[in-house]
């Protein structure tokens, strides 16, 4: 999928293949104009929420796997999300999924998105 994106525009960083550092994605949400990724959740696992949430800029963001929006219930206190880190860190924009998907829908919404 993304070997054709970064192929036709050497403006896109590419990370496939490996696991993500926590302070490159950080690095590329703060500077990109366009963060997208694709994977299990939401990349809180590379990139855990009380970081985003205390950034002070973040890219439109594209946060593409399952449940990448799901609420976490806190027991008395307020329920949070993914989408609100990313809005407290100032994201414009931020497109999630609420439900499981599968490898080849992703890929197929994707393409279809940035095409």
């Not at 590419?14 to 963060?35: A, C, H, N, W, Y």
């Not at 976490?72 to 206190?77: E, I, K, P, R, S």
């Not at 993914?82 to 992703?106: F, M, Q, R």
Request: proline share 4%; with cysteine.
């Amino acid at each position: 999928l993304w070997d054709d994106f970064g192929d036709r525009n050497e403006k896109w960083t590419v990370i496939q293949g490996s696991t993500p550092e926590q302070t490159r994605m950080e690095k590329l949400l703060k500077e990109k104009d366009l963060f997208i990724y694709i994977g299990h959740g939401s990349g809180t696992k590379y990139i855990p929420a009380p970081i985003v949430r205390k950034m002070n800029r973040c890219a439109v963001s594209m946060l593409i796997g399952c449940h990448s929006a799901s609420i976490q219930q806190h027991g008395d206190f307020e329920p949070s999300s993914t989408i609100d880190n990313y809005t407290l860190a100032g994201c414009p924009t931020v497109v999630v999924s609420l439900w499981a998907v599968t490898n080849k829908e992703i890929n197929t919404f994707t393409q279809g998105t940035l095409h």
